[in-house]
């Protein structure tokens, strides 16, 4: 499907990635999220990319920047060193994101490195999306063997001091 509108011409004018001030840390699925996205835009697409962060009222103006920097010069640095942009959505100006949306229909559309890598003759198992999928799946999978492992310890513990 995704080779199909490549090859239809189907482009992305712009993609928006959003993320709420309000998380005190990128943690768990925030960077999950955020390396899968990488995977699936690549480095060419970039510029194409704005990274919004929302539910600003919910944060102190100080909270918010130590955040927003945060994310600028740590997180999101390599994203905006290849182009992408920062913006704020707020519910103060309600047209922050349509604005936003508008803004998108400028750009040059462009495609994603899974675009390309399935263009290329890759199968989806075989593009950076694919490898990541299969990494955190790896990853999930030996986290389940492993609590696996130590419940049944602990049910063979409790059957031994009944008997």
């Not at 130590?66 to 182009?83: A, C, H, T």
């Amino acid at each position: 499907m995704v080779k199909d509108t490549y090859d239809n011409g189907c482009l992305l004018s712009g993609i928006i990635y959003l993320h709420r001030i309000i998380d005190p840390r990128m943690v768990g699925p925030s960077l999950k999220n955020l390396r899968m996205m990488k995977k699936l835009c690549g480095a060419n697409s970039m510029r194409n990319v704005v990274l919004a962060t929302t539910m600003w009222e919910r944060v102190t103006e100080e909270e918010g920047l130590r955040r927003e920097s945060e994310l600028e010069n740590v997180f999101w640095k390599d994203m905006i060193e290849s182009g992408s942009s920062m913006t704020r959505i707020t519910t103060e100006r309600e047209d922050d994101a349509r604005a936003l949306v508008k803004s998108l229909l400028n750009n040059k559309p462009i495609s994603t490195q899974l675009q390309d890598e399935l263009h290329s003759g890759k199968t989806l198992v075989q593009t950076a999306a694919g490898t990541e999928i299969r990494e955190e799946m790896a990853k999930l999978e030996e986290k389940l063997r492993a609590s696996y492992a130590a419940e049944l310890t602990e049910l063979k513990r409790a059957q031994r001091n009944r008997e």
